[in-house]
């Protein structure tokens, strides 16, 4: 319980060191969307692709992490959609937030507990596994998008893949990768660089999901923040717990799945919603309601299931 108490302090002080920076105006409000945009644009693909293409991926076990976070995803979703079914009153911008609230997951988050709790070679796993995930997240987000508030309620193919192309985590992970499996070796020069910039990633991320927390109206979208909750906490690490187990993952793999499906949803789930027509007032519930639940929720779920 020590070592999981050491591992989380530092990432949950340094999200509570934005949140009152951001609250005591100690920096200009502009400071923390600049931050933000710095640290997805640029520090987390950098942190990525020095990850990624460092360590051979050969020797590990790639295809059961595959299988594990793929369907772990693919179910999150399929239960999104079914409540969705279920709720048919539901507006399509609050259904998006929902997604995004049961889907998504906190890239800067897990990626730094990982590294916490199992060293460069948890980052390494978590980092593969969170490119396995960033694809597939992004085409069923958007397609949600584009299905339910974009213009004709069809899915805009075009669209999709823009969106998919810009990305930066994908760019991060897929030229990772690809550099892993050419064989080819950085430069020391260029994979220093990365390196650097890769360490500022975390700090700056985590400081940044502080300082986006949103009060909200929570009373108003309560029905979507909780069953996104019941999903993102209860769900989807039982599901990875029960697939990691079925693929045979064992040690720092299994732990790392875990993670990955432990943290709360993406802050730029915010930006996503207001940039494609949600409901990003319920998206800022959801997203503030997760952040404050998983300061309970993370030390819990890695005591039971590490």
Not at 18 to 33: A, D, K, V, Y
Not at 184 to 201: C, E, H, M, S, V
Not at 211 to 237: D, E, M
Request: charged residues 10%; proline residues 4%; positive net charge.
């Amino acid at each position: 319980m020590i070592t999981i108490v050491n591992a989380l302090t530092p990432v949950l002080s340094l999200i509570l060191v934005g949140f009152l920076i951001r609250r005591s105006e100690f920096l200009s409000p502009t400071f923390w969307p600049s931050a933000e945009r710095l640290t997805y644009f640029l520090l987390m693909p950098a942190a990525l692709i020095h990850s990624l293409a460092g360590k051979k991926i050969g020797s590990l076990p790639w295809f059961g992490i595959l299988l594990t976070v793929e369907g772990v995803v693919a179910a999150s979703a399929l239960l999104v959609i079914l409540w969705g079914a279920a709720n048919r009153r539901m507006g399509g911008g609050v259904f998006t937030s929902l997604f995004q609230g049961g889907v998504r997951f906190n890239t800067f988050v897990a990626l730094a507990l990982a590294e916490s709790l199992f060293g460069k070679d948890g980052l390494f796993l978590a980092a593969l596994g969170a490119g396995f995930m960033i694809v597939l997240i992004n085409v069923l987000c958007v397609s949600a998008f584009s299905l339910t508030v974009g213009s004709g309620g069809g899915l805009d193919l075009r669209r999709l893949a823009a969106d998919l192309v810009r990305n930066p985590l994908i760019i991060g992970c897929v030229l990772g990768i690809a550099i892993n499996a050419s064989g080819w070796q950085l430069p020391a020069a260029i994979d220093g660089t990365l390196a650097l910039a890769g360490k500022a990633a975390f700090p700056v991320g985590l400081m940044a999901v502080g300082a986006a927390y949103r009060a909200g109206n929570l009373a108003l979208h309560w029905q979507p923040t909780v069953v996104s909750c019941c999903i993102q906490f209860l769900c989807k690490p039982v599901l990875a717990w029960s697939l990691a187990a079925a693929t045979g993952l064992t040690g720092a793999a299994a732990g790392v799945v875990l993670l990955l499906f432990s943290v709360p949803t993406a802050p730029t789930a915010y930006i996503l919603s207001r940039q494609m027509g949600g409901d990003h007032d319920s998206m800022a519930s959801i997203i503030t309601a997760q952040t404050c639940l998983s300061f309970v929720t993370l030390p819990v779920t890695v005591w039971m299931l590490l």
